[in-house]
């Protein structure tokens, strides 16, 4: 017992006290930051983007398809395009995703999510999520499991991932989902009780990011699903995800 008592003398407090003001590493990459007025539209930055996210005239930046590389910054050389550390990048619509010179992180944070009062008056003490990895490169898998773990602690918010979709609320789906991954996609979502949410978490579920060329893809399931809420990064940040859930069913 009191080796315990050490131990807990020692490390303190591992969780972050503020979940929604926490502080992040300046390096990290979040909302970008443009400035048209420095664009020549040399188009440098078009053509380097992996994912066809950037277009100009006027500078745009779309975050559903942006996976962070930061390539577009280091080959603009009048720097019309910078990063921001600002981690909370999710929206309930793809056309919140794209990024203008007029959006400022306070802007873009006020309007991404607006809570429904059907999700609010259901969920707002707790959710239960069956994360679906959807032919995906395990990035963002791996940072959906530090969500829970002693620093970040997400279960603290009755936010949590069950093993199977019989007991949740929702399936989070990450991935660009491939043709192997369409039907058990597909299988565990008409498996989850409704009412239900569907989100989407990173840049290849939602865009399909670097894979979405690729001819082994099956996208269907977007066609024919409502998608409540779209997260982006590459992978996503445990904040960027933490923070979207809380603004989703509860955001004051």
């Known amino acids: 017992m009191f080796d315990t008592l050490r131990m807990k003398l020692w490390q303190k407090k591992q969780y972050i006290p503020d979940i ?3 502080p992040i590493r300046e390096q990290f990459r979040g909302l970008p930051i443009l400035n048209n007025s420095k664009c020549n539209s040399c188009n440098i930055c078009v053509n380097s983007c992996p994912t066809g996210a950037i277009s100009i005239n006027p500078l745009k930046i779309d975050m559903a398809k942006c996976t962070l590389c930061g390539k577009c910054k280091n080959l603009c050389e ?5 990063y921001s550390n600002f ?12 990024v203008t010179q007029e959006i400022t992180s306070e802007e873009y944070y006020k309007r991404a999510i607006e809570v429904r009062k059907e999700i609010y008056s259901i969920f707002n003490r ?6 679906v990895s959807a032919g995906g490169c395990n990035g963002c898998e791996m940072e959906l499991n530090a969500v829970s773990n002693a620093n970040f602690d997400m279960g603290r918010f009755g936010i949590e991932f069950v093993a199977s979709p019989r007991h949740a609320d929702g399936i989070v789906i990450t991935g660009p989902i491939t043709k192997n991954m369409a039907y058990a996609l597909e299988d565990c979502y008409k498996s989850t009780p409704d009412p239900k949410v ?8 939602i865009s399909g990011g670097v894979f979405q060329e690729s001819l082994e893809l099956n996208r269907e399931f977007l066609d024919k699903y409502k998608i409540d809420l779209y997260i982006p990064g590459c992978p996503v940040h445990p ?5 979207a859930i809380l603004d989703f069913i ?3």
């Open 20 to 22: 929604k003001n926490a």
């Open 78 to 82: 009048n720097n019309a395009i910078e």
């Open 87 to 98: 981690y909370k990048l999710a929206a309930d619509s793809k056309e919140k995703l794209v």
């Open 126 to 131: 707790s959710i239960k999520f069956r994360q």
């Open 198 to 205: 569907v989100i989407l978490c990173g840049a290849c579920a």
């Open 239 to 243: 904040l960027t995800f933490i923070n």
């Open 250 to 252: 509860r955001k004051k």
